[in-house]
């Protein structure tokens, strides 16, 4: 089954020369030498967290296969729900899905293949243009998580690892989240801080952690802590801030402000 674009000419271009000039404009940087094993993006409009999508991306070094993990904002669906099949379509783009790989993703406990989940999800879509123009033709897997719980998000995210080790595969994950919404510049970039301490200490624990006991509006932190539980079960090692900036950088208005993170995991 395809995916069919939800959000083109509205967070982003809705047609090719737009959205191509639009991407290339933001991908401003060199690659690091170190493989990337993970890599976290904002999915807002472009206007707004694509300058840090774009210097994140940029000095990424990915696989040519990609596992996509994002949050499940609508509610719908299984709690880890894999898109089995097909292509996702963006305005002159489509991105197949790697059917084998989800396949086997979906052998594991907690993983279920489900549609419903990402129909009328953004988070992922909103970011494949970036990875079209950085990777070219890309193999991937998205995920949309909705789980909650610490104990099953580590099992899951650990399993997952054993999976790609099994399979002998070179992938990078890419996780995709905003960090605080609708709180003031000050206040986002204070308990921001908190969550990407946690992530540069590759500490997936302590992010859950920390995100619930402050109430930290970081909409993918689920997606990112399994991803962050992978990771490390692949060899992770060192974590950098790509980039950090808020909405209010674009609007001008710093009041009510919503947050963007981009961090390479190698």
Not at 136 to 161: D, H, T, Y
């Amino acid at each position: 089954m395809d995916r069919q674009p939800l959000v083109a000419g509205q967070f982003y271009p809705g047609n090719k020369k737009d959205l191509l000039s639009a991407v290339s404009g933001y991908l401003q940087g060199e690659a690091m030498e170190e493989r990337t094993i993970l890599t976290m993006l904002p999915h807002a409009g472009y206007v707004f967290s694509g300058s840090t999508a774009g210097k994140t991306l940029a000095r990424a070094n990915l696989a040519e296969k990609l596992i996509l993990l994002g949050p499940n904002h609508t509610g719908k669906g299984e709690s880890i729900s894999v898109w089995p099949d097909g292509n996702w379509i963006v305005p002159g783009f489509e991105f197949p899905v790697d059917s084998s790989l989800a396949s086997s993703i979906t052998e594991i406990n907690g993983f279920s293949s489900d549609y419903q989940a990402h129909i009328q999800e953004h988070s992922l879509e909103v970011i494949l243009p970036f990875l079209s123009v950085r990777k070219g033709n890309v193999s991937m897997v998205p995920i949309a998580v909705s789980e909650s719980r610490l104990s099953v998000l580590a099992e899951a995210g650990k399993n997952l690892a054993q999976v790609i080790k099994r399979l002998n595969l070179n992938v990078s994950l890419i996780i995709s989240s905003d960090m605080s919404h609708y709180i003031s510049h000050e206040q986002a970039q204070k308990i921001d801080a908190l969550a990407i301490e946690q992530v540069l200490d590759l500490n997936p624990e302590g992010l859950y952690k920390v995100v619930m006991e402050n109430k930290i509006s970081m909409c993918g932190v689920l997606p990112m802590v399994l991803g962050m539980y992978c990771a490390l079960d692949l060899g992770a090692r060192k974590a950098k801030l790509a980039d950090y900036s808020t909405s209010g950088e674009v609007n001008r208005d710093f009041s009510q402000v919503v947050g963007y993170a981009g961090v390479i995991i190698s």
